[in-house]
């Protein structure tokens, strides 16, 4: 019987928004995770997590995945935390988004002008008078501030990444510095930070969410308007999350999360009785989330209404092959450190056409086989062990060398260092090119790709570098992946379909063009447009 295929694209990736964006140039990927939560509204929430800044990457997040299985599909961190830990923490952030199709949250505890950003400090007094006025110390220091967040803000821009951008929570508290003087004078603090990031910035992947503290009835008041605000909520701590939704939903018709909340999470019947229609959740991390009940904690990551990682759309992310951030080094040495005393800089040498005007250059060295390094951890984690090509265009500054791109593991068995010697020299770029079979047992704890040199003092150039899979697939063959499936919906007729990895394709002649795509689940309960979220393509073999 021929096969009659219909196509339903994916429903949020430029779609209309149910309400504009306060930043009527938010970026593409920004849009489509926006009309995405706007959609949820009383069809489902999305799972969260925030993460102490000072702590191992996904602590609390390992704790949610060895107690229910699933993933918090929102993973959140403080400003602080990347402003401490630099470019690193930001790769983090990019990772998560580029390989694992998480979506990122940042709040900000900035320290009381001009002290430093820390907790304590985001407690201390300070005027907002003082702060918005030019040539006062606070303001020097308070712009100074504004700028180092949006450095590491538009470096996720740059890899697409859109941001859920909470600053100044917990306004309505009056405990913070930036809600210490009033409703009149946070609103202006907001919209001058709206403003700076928004047009003089042109920082266009942040969703700017409003999140006030449960304890105050007089929220409206402090609300900067619909102009410049994207989503609201509501932080919950021992509160009543009903009366809470209630007072905050009645301010806009734009949605309500629930932007933090402490060991007392409601469950998804709860909400749905209670008709309090939060577009996610999100715990506080260490006591707060360990606090659930691991029987509740699971009930609500396992329950048909909420939506954890594997559940998310792909917004039109596409993994990228290239396990390197600024390979080419045309944001200077960004995402790059040198190893031991190696000082690594940006320097205009050109590879070729394609490898743009600038390379990195390594000097310094005191030690042989230092030099640039970056944590490839992510990449190798998500396409698995194998055959991988190593690449890169090096220069020595004079003379002849020896060079080795070096693939540095840590895991349960092991450190180990994998790569190949090779002849460099001053009179022209050598592009080495080397296949590394990469594999590890247990847990990954450390990858990283060094470039080094045997020759301790002398100086030398590296560009157009590369690490990617020689095979890009990352899960099972596609003979196995390849399986009959039904949509069970009231408002469509089941009708057969095939999935690969999950995902529907056309037909069995098509399924080539969709390598990775995760499984999902027939939920009878849920509405069609839950089903159709949940997918990029859905093919309906008639």
């Not at 609103?187 to 942040?206: G, P």
């Not at 895991?411 to 460099?424: F, I, K, M």
Request: glycine share 8%; charged share 20%.
């Amino acid at each position: 019987m021929r096969a009659i295929v219909i196509v339903i694209t994916a429903a949020f990736f430029g779609a209309a928004l149910a309400q504009k964006p306060a930043n009527s140039a938010m970026s593409t990927e920004a849009r489509a995770v926006l009309a995405y939560i706007q959609s949820l509204e009383g069809t489902g929430w999305i799972s969260g997590q925030r993460e102490q800044s000072f702590s191992a990457f996904g602590e609390a997040e390992a704790y949610i995945y060895n107690t229910t299985g699933k993933r918090p599909a929102i993973h959140g961190e403080d400003m602080n935390g990347l402003i401490e830990y630099g470019e690193t923490r930001v790769a983090d952030k990019i990772n998560r988004r580029r390989y694992f199709n998480q979506l990122i949250t940042i709040d900000w505890h900035m320290g009381a002008p001009p002290l430093a950003d820390t907790y304590a400090n985001s407690k201390q007094q300070v005027s907002i008078d003082d702060v918005l006025t030019p040539g006062t110390t606070e303001y020097e220091s308070f712009v100074h501030k504004l700028d180092s967040a949006a450095g590491f803000l538009a470096l996720m821009q740059d890899a697409d990444v859109p941001v859920l951008w909470r600053p100044w929570h917990e306004m309505t508290g009056a405990w913070f510095w930036w809600g210490k003087d009033g409703a009149d004078q946070f609103k202006r603090l907001w919209i001058f930070m709206y403003d700076y990031f928004t047009h003089s910035k042109q920082l266009n992947n942040l969703i700017w969410v409003w999140s006030a503290a449960h304890t105050t009835n007089d929220v409206a008041s402090y609300y900067p308007g619909d102009a410049y605000v994207d989503i609201l909520g509501v932080d919950i701590y021992n509160g009543s999350y009903t009366a809470s939704f209630h007072r905050i939903d009645s301010i806009s018709e734009k949605p309500v999360a629930l932007t933090e909340n402490n060991s007392d999470l409601p469950t998804p019947e709860f909400v749905q009785q209670r008709g309090v229609d939060y577009v996610w959740f999100f715990p506080w991390h260490t006591q707060w989330i360990e606090g659930i009940p691991q029987d509740t904690l699971r009930h609500i990551y396992t329950h048909n209404y909420t939506i954890t990682l594997d559940e998310l759309p792909e917004f039109g992310r596409t993994p990228v092959r290239q396990l390197l951030l600024n390979p080419s080094f045309e944001l200077g040495v960004t995402f790059w450190t040198g190893l031991g005393d190696a000082h690594v800089s940006q320097e205009n040498q050109t590879v070729s056409s394609n490898a743009g005007s600038l390379a990195c250059k390594v000097s310094g060295r005191t030690q042989n086989w230092h030099g640039p390094s970056q944590t490839i951890r992510a990449g190798l984690t998500y396409y698995g062990p194998g055959r991988y090509i190593v690449a890169a265009a090096i220069r020595t500054a004079s003379g002849s060398d020896e060079c080795k791109l070096t693939i540095n593991l840590k895991d349960s068995g092991e450190e180990r260092w994998l790569g190949n010697v090779h002849a460099v020299s001053a009179s022209a770029w050598t592009q080495i090119v080397d296949t590394i079979t990469i594999g590890w047992q247990g847990d990954l704890s450390q990858a990283r790709l060094f470039v080094e040199t045997s020759n301790s003092l002398a100086d030398f150039y590296v560009d157009a570098a590369r690490v990617e899979k020689a095979d890009p697939s990352h899960s099972a063959p596609i003979a196995q992946q390849l399986v009959p499936g039904t949509i069970a919906a009231s408002s469509i007729k089941s009708k057969r379909y095939f999935m690969l990895n999950g995902k529907a394709v056309w037909n069995a002649n098509h399924f080539e063009r969709a390598p990775g795509w995760y499984v999902i689940d027939n939920r009878k309960s849920l509405s069609i447009r839950r089903q159709l979220a949940k997918q990029e393509l859905i093919g309906l073999i008639y």
